[in-house]
């Protein structure tokens, strides 16, 4: 790695924010590196101590209960600013994450649009207004024994949450990610832990959404952004007595780590955290027999997308031992050996990344398809290709462990039972995908319950990266995919990992929020006695 | 305790119930007692071992996927056979109930109609179908710079469920109670745990779930009802690889072992303990100086209950001090002592409520009211009065903590601001209480949003004992009331803890799941492209 620092992105200057103030660390420092050459980049950043960290949970818990006072409409306001500051200055940030990720530059510009979008879409979901969850039960007088009380419910924020940023997606999982645009349409005030691998895309992207709290009229307190020593000071905001709630996207260790200090708390919070997938694709025979050599090319552009390094890649691939399947490892071997070395996120991942290949290659029940040579870079990644019978992947639980990168083992199963059983040995996954044609209906039919009792979304004829934001998506999935396999990270039910009912009984009509007034002052869909209703 | 045996209920014979069988423990021997005499009830109990416990947690899991695959219609046919069963034995589950629990036999006839009620509305909620949660956003076959796929979501059960009865209300939170209903609603197989203080109780009510398994046609795995040691074969069930969720109501310590369980296993499951509150009742001056006394003789009556043996029962009244609040002190006193002992529900709570007295009147902070003599009949409580000031109550962590029976505390604050001090540092609670005349609505608006914060349920001019079962209550609240804030013991959204959402990308639409299929066959309120509707 040169130690040669490059010129700092315009705008790049170091700091943090804490509750609407630019602020510098005070502990350690350090630089982010472009992996693509090892060059550290400029400016200098500081961590924060834990005096900053804990200033900026004590400033989120001061701006709450303003932040949730305050009319729905000014939080979807909220918003729809931080997207279009973050539109404002989206080429810089694209820029700047290109430099600090290695990430391709139009796949930046992409996520630049995603992670405005979600801003907007939140806004969207607070004004059309179901995640109230408001429900009316009238009373009945003259009920023997007694009167039945008036019972109303909805929904209210659980209080400030930290979220970690991811290091691989550094726009749409970092500052301003899904986590932090779900929390705060919640009406959580946000204490972002930046991910140290992209601190001057943080700044950036920090900058924008402290830009559009100060134009939203709102308490400053809802946004704080920090740069924190993970293991120490990380955990420190997790045990902090005013974070009510945790979001995370990484890698399992560190997820379970935040999960075992929330746990450890004298009030203990939830974590969401969402953390690794091997995203199991399942090719059946007809389908295979359809289109073997163009599903091989396929599946290996999903495969090396952001040089594997997506939450979603498809990890493990399983068909029937035959031709058709020959066929398509032949096809998915050539693509992978001719496929370009790439830079990983961070010398650590491509680290990592490099012994997971090891392991999987040296694996007596493995054998290579293909493992293209070109590691002679530091910290760059090769795709790589291995593949075994269901018979060894049944047996050996090592072989269903994430490598996190461009990485797969194709599983040959028997039959179409053992293609079953696999499906069944699997521990729980973000996704798990189908290729299927018509005549596979039965065996697709017969996996279907089994993968909606695996993972967190199910697709058919595609391949598992990219994940729409939409209403009803769901990124998530049982452990170890998440921590909490009832949420999702993306896609507007993420609002619910924040929010918890309250019922009111017998609460005089001009007390109540109006979620629940009688006059439906908000004009919601709520149910009424047992039924929908906008009365 | 004399150790003479009575005569066993009709149809009890020591039986628990495995997948529709009638088996007999292999375990340590036990008997119920009844609390009023201390006698001991034949026939005798055995508990059961280790094997008994998992065959029980595997032949729910064995039942789990035809379960789920049946047509709702069938699961809401079992909740209304299951109703109809117990509405058949309700006088003998009633009476048995009544020697095992010593509660009155009216208040337990009341809970029999409660525990079929229960049953008959989460499958009116079943009907109802917005449990599914389904979303569909389609395609955008003509999106840039890629065609947008179909996602459609919709929620599934997550597995079989462990059920730990309650000793509190032998039938509304034990063998058939709220968690037993809504995780069956759910489409999740249950193994309950039933509680040793009503195994006669628990053997009627388990004999006719079982009944009603067997003429519902589904698999006799989604019912069995075990003995089980707690602290050993008990903590097994939950750590029983077939078990994907716990259901508990009881004690702090006993939940929180059970969460620390779950969290130990190698895949973690969430735990819905309700564990313990004190149920905070607010006073405000104007409505106090209108009634002092009729809230005085009114509170006591919800204080002594089931000899305070209620989740909801009021443990800590906080007022301004002055001469109303004496008044309401002096006819709350009068009742206290006039009150009679009562037996309670074994003799550990008895011991244990005892000793919480004697904590409290001992405390150098607290003065006591009214603390009548007739303790000298073991396992009998009598009610307790005592007072303290908002200085000291604030000063000492310790008064805050429940003492489980008809015991409570009088906070005497100093002026409105202090009242609202006491409000915020309470901790998670099931209720709070409000009781106010319209002269206290801005005191009551300052005190609304902090109770939001600390409660489940907020109710106004009544008592929190009694929780009505409709489709908007909240039974629960943030820890330590609960062990997950985010959920309800009671009401049809308790349905929700047991559902996971799982998204479908692309999936053909005959192998869709009726509740997202395109023709909405079920004909649920659907989210469709971000808009409720039915088409």
Redesign the interface.
């Known amino acids: 790695m040169t130690a040669e620092a490059q010129t700092a992105s315009p705008g790049v200057v170091g700091a943090m924010y804490l509750a609407g103030e630019a602020v510098f660390g005070d502990a350690g420092s350090f630089r982010a590196v472009d992996p693509s050459d090892g060059a550290a980049l400029d400016p200098a950043y500081r961590f924060a101590a834990s005096g900053l960290v804990a200033r900026a949970a004590e400033l989120a818990e001061a701006a709450f209960?303003p932040f949730?006072?305050a009319p729905v409409e000014q939080r979807a306001r909220l918003l729809e600013l931080a997207a279009d500051e973050i539109d404002a200055v989206g080429d810089a940030a694209a820029e700047r994450a290109h430099h600090e990720t290695g990430l391709p530059l139009p796949r930046l510009t992409?996520e630049v649009a995603r992670t405005s979008g979600q801003l907007r879409l939140f806004a969207?979901?607070l004004r059309?207004g179901?995640w109230n969850?408001a429900?009316?039960?009238h009373a009945l007088p003259d009920r023997k024994?007694?009167r039945?009380?008036d019972?109303?419910?909805r929904r209210?924020p659980?209080?400030p949450v930290a979220v970690f940023a991811a290091s691989n997606f550094p726009l749409a999982f970092s500052v301003a990610g899904g986590d932090t645009a779900s929390a705060l349409a919640a009406g959580c005030p946000v204490v972002v832990k930046a991910h140290e691998a992209h601190p001057g895309t943080s700044e950036i992207v920090g900058a924008a959404v402290t830009r559009a709290v100060a134009a939203s009229g709102l308490p400053a307190g809802v946004f704080s952004m920090v740069y924190a020593d993970g293991p120490t000071v990380g955990i420190e905001l997790v045990t902090h007595p005013a974070i009510a709630a945790v979001a995370f996207t990484g890698s399992r260790r560190v997820g379970l780590a935040l999960?075992a200090a929330a746990?450890a708390r004298a009030?203990?919070i939830?974590v969401y955290a969402e953390m690794s997938a091997v995203n199991p694709v399942f090719l059946l025979p007809g389908r295979l027999a359809e289109a073997a050599a163009d599903l091989g090319a396929a599946f290996v552009g999903s495969l090396t997308l952001g040089a594997g390094q997506f939450c979603t890649n498809p990890g493990i691939i399983i068909g029937l031992d035959g031709p058709d399947l020959d066929r398509f490892t032949e096809a998915a071997g050539g693509a992978v050996a001719a496929s370009s070395p790439a830079p990983m996120l961070t010398s650590r991942i491509a680290a990592s990344y490099a012994d997971g290949v090891a392991r999987l290659t040296a694996h007596p029940g493995t054998e290579v398809i293909a493992r293209p040579d070109g590691a002679d870079r530091a910290g760059w990644g090769c795709a790589a290709l291995v593949t075994t019978t269901a018979d060894e992947f049944l047996a050996a639980r090592e072989l269903h462990d994430e490598v996190f990168g461009a990485t797969s083992i194709i599983v040959r199963a028997g039959d179409r039972g053992q293609l079953v059983d696999v499906a069944r040995a699997l521990e729980?996954q973000l996704t798990a995908t189908v290729h299927?044609a018509?005549e596979d209906?039965p065996l697709?039919?017969e996996l279907?319950?089994v993968l909606?009792?695996k993972?967190?979304?199910?697709?058919?004829?595609?391949w598992p990266t990219?994940v729409?934001v939409?209403?009803?998506?769901?990124h998530?999935g049982?452990?170890?995919a998440t921590?909490?396999?009832?949420?999702?990270s993306v896609?507007t039910?993420a609002m619910d990992r924040f929010?918890?009912?309250?019922?009111?009984?017998?609460?005089?009509d001009?007390?109540l929020p109006s979620a629940v007034r009688e006059a439906n002052p908000d004009g919601l869909?709520r149910?009424v006695d047992?039924?929908?209703s906008r009365d």
Chains 1, 2 share one sequence.
């Open positions: 209960e949730r006072a992409g969207t979901a059309e179901s969850g429900r009316i039960d024994p007694a039945r009380p019972v109303r419910q209210v659980v209080g999960v746990a009030v203990p939830p729980g299927a018509s209906a697709a039919a279907l319950p909606e009792g993972a967190g979304r199910i697709l058919f004829n595609g990219g729409e939409v209403p009803a998506m769901v998530g049982p452990y170890p921590s909490d396999g009832r949420s999702t896609g039910l929010l918890r009912p309250v019922a009111y009984q017998d609460v005089p001009d007390l869909l149910m047992g039924a929908y």
